[in-house]
Structure formats: C-alpha cells, structure tokens
C-alpha cells in the first residue's frame, strides 16, 4: 500500500475530491436537462445539426425522468433544504434523496455511512433517520 486509507463509502471514506464534490439528485439533473432541451427546442432549426438534442441527451434525460422521485421545482428545493438540515455530506444527501427509503434500517443498509459516522447511533439515531425520513415524505405526500 502506498500509505493512503483504502476509499470504502460505508465508512464515507470516498475521496477528498468526492467529499468536496457537489453532488446532485435524479430530480435536480432532471430539472435542469429538461430546461437546456427546452432552450434547444426554442433554437432548433432542421437545418442545423448542432441545434438537434443528441440520443445520449435523449436518453440520459428520459432516465433521470423516469427515476426521480420529486418532479416540482419547489419539492426538489425542499429535500435539498431538508436533508441538509441533518448535516448530511452530498453523497448521502443525494443518496437518500432518490432512494427515498421507507425505514431507518433501509436508510442505513443504502447508506451505512450514517451510523458509521456516530452522527445517529443507537435508538436516537433511529429516531433521527425516522424524523429526516417522515420529512421526505411529507414533501412527497404534498407535491
């Protein structure tokens, strides 16, 4: 070994360049290909092919359509907003974000990272997720 910590995302030991990075969910990618497809739409002409949405483009915003689990601006913005209030890092933020799990054991099994990190141990900690959790869903619930 080269003296470097092995990168293991259990523990949130991904990187300093991931722990850093800003990272986003299905909904917020959604968002945001939907509005560049609609500027394209607005200056596409037939005769240009630089103005024509790529099939990768396509594809890639059909999947985050698909897979997001908030589809309002307004709701997106709360999860964000919400789940940062638990002092999250991007990765579980955005983790938890588009799972949505149900329970405080799916929440740690997607996300082993919460526990390891002592931040929600023990029965408060179950708490904790189950109170981040019912905030999910109350936003989803009134989307």
Same mark, same amino acid.
């Given at each position: 070994?080269?003296?470097? @910590? @092995? #990168?293991?995302?259990?523990? $949130?030991? *991904?990187?300093? @360049? &991931? %722990?850093?990075?800003? =990272? %986003?969910?299905? =909904? @917020?990618?959604? *968002?945001? $290909?939907?509005?560049?497809?609609?500027?394209?739409?607005?200056?596409?002409?037939? !005769?240009?092919?630089? !103005?024509?949405?790529?099939?990768? &483009? #396509?594809?890639? %915003?059909?999947?985050?359509?698909? &897979?997001?689990r908030y589809k309002n601006p307004d709701a997106v913005r709360q999860v964000r907003e919400t789940l940062s209030r638990y002092g999250l890092a991007e990765y579980e933020l955005c983790t938890l974000g588009n799972l949505c799990p149900d329970t405080s054991g799916e929440a740690t099994a997607l996300v082993p990272s919460l526990k390891s990190g002592g931040r929600f141990v023990g029965d408060a900690g179950d708490e904790k997720i189950e109170k981040m959790l019912n905030d999910l869903s109350l936003i989803k619930k009134f989307e």
């Open positions: 070994m080269s003296g470097e @910590e @092995e #990168e293991n995302a259990a523990e $949130l030991k *991904i990187g300093e @360049e &991931f %722990l850093k990075a800003k =990272c %986003l969910m299905n =909904c @917020e990618v959604a *968002i945001i $290909l939907e509005h560049k497809y609609e500027q394209i739409q607005q200056h596409a002409s037939e !005769s240009d092919p630089s !103005s024509q949405v790529s099939q990768v &483009f #396509e594809k890639s %915003l059909q999947y985050v359509k698909r &897979f997001s």
